[in-house]
């Protein structure tokens, strides 16, 4: 079945500190993997998306995410983050459909810490 | 440019109660378009998805229906709330046809059933 897992329900962390959000699916077919963010009664906002090419991809607000196909894996990472970066974090996978369908992983919160 | 309008905001409801959420999308023609619910604390659950006027395709056997009267106007409805319709539900697009492209979200409404 395909699925997507964050691994981190809730990670803490120091302001200026890096960070990485985990996140693997599994699946035998072609993926398209997103990061979105939310903010506290908000919609999810779009942060980068990988759809092919290079596998290091950059986002908005200085974050960026690596596909590793091998472990079926796409973490996002920051290098020094900011008291404004708390927030829920959402990684989500299309597989090869036609509908755009989305599964999401249960979310991530990323707590920053002055 | 693409928007994407929810409305209302919050909405506080009694127990047997009819039930109308409104979303809109401006700027594109013919999106997929998807309804989800976001209970507390927890990841984002996708109740229908639409693909066209009059198209609508239910995720999970649930108390809420959802109809696309036209192109671009989704509507999310109860005849009789219940305490577990509670949450927060998200509207979402994106384009048709379109594999790698993501859905973009509109700002919620927060639904409380006293």
């Known amino acids: 079945a395909q699925s997507v897992t964050q691994l981190d329900s809730q990670v803490p962390v120091f302001e200026e500190a890096p960070v990485e959000l985990r996140c693997n699916y599994s699946?035998?077919?072609?993926?398209?993997l997103f990061w979105y963010v939310q903010y506290p009664n908000q919609g999810l906002q779009l942060l980068l998306k990988?759809?092919?090419?290079?596998?290091l991809v950059k986002g908005i607000n200085g974050f960026e995410a690596e596909f590793n196909k091998s472990q079926t894996s796409f973490h996002l990472r920051k290098p020094s983050v900011h008291i404004s970066d708390t927030a829920e974090y959402f990684c989500?996978?299309?597989?090869?459909?036609?509908?755009?369908?989305?599964?999401f992983g249960q979310g991530t919160t990323l707590q920053v810490k002055p | 440019s693409q928007t994407i309008h929810q409305w209302p905001a919050t909405l506080v409801q009694p127990v047997g109660s009819p039930l109308s959420l409104e979303c809109t999308v401006e700027g594109t023609s013919n999106p997929n378009l998807y309804w989800y619910r976001q209970a507390a604390g927890r990841g984002l659950q996708l109740l229908f998805y639409s693909v066209g006027i009059g198209q609508i395709s239910s995720e999970v056997p649930q108390n809420l229906s959802a109809s696309r009267p036209q192109d671009r106007q989704f509507i999310l409805s109860s005849k009789k709330l219940l305490l577990s319709d509670s949450g927060f539900y998200l509207c979402a697009w994106s384009v048709e046809g379109h594999r790698g492209q993501p859905q973009h979200f509109g700002d919620g409404t927060r639904l409380s059933i006293l």
């Open positions: 699946s035998s077919v072609s993926v398209y």
């Open positions: 990988y759809l092919s090419g290079s596998t």
């Open positions: 989500a996978v299309r597989f090869s459909s036609n509908t755009g369908k989305l599964i």
